[in-house]
């Protein structure tokens, strides 16, 4: 099995890329929980799965439709009321990626 460590600088650049100030104990302590995780997802590739049927919805459900006049859903006037800010109908959020 390969050892996984997730360093300080790459928790920092996580923390960078989502926005995030992390204090030094933090990064430290979010360095030691990535690298766990990923030491545990790690055990999968240990596992003998050759024999084990693929899988993508495990509830067995197929072609399931929402049914017109189904459910209630809140009106644009009762949605946009609870935006902070809005124009034009649409709610306006701050941006996600910062563009140079």
Avoid: C, P, W
């Avoid at 946009?80 to 809005?86: C, D, F, G, I």
């Amino acid at each position: 099995m390969t050892e996984l460590k997730i360093s300080k600088d790459q928790v920092k650049h996580i923390a960078e890329l989502n926005k995030l100030k992390l204090s030094d104990s933090e990064v430290e302590k979010f360095s030691v929980l990535f690298t766990d995780t990923l030491t545990y997802m790690n055990v999968i590739g240990e596992l003998d799965t050759s024999k084990v049927k693929e899988t993508s919805h495990v509830t067995g459900e197929k072609n399931v439709f929402l049914i017109k006049g189904n459910k209630a859903t809140l009106t644009r006037k009762a949605v946009l009321s609870n935006a902070k800010e809005t124009m034009d109908g649409l709610i306006i959020t701050k941006g996600v990626f910062d563009r140079e």
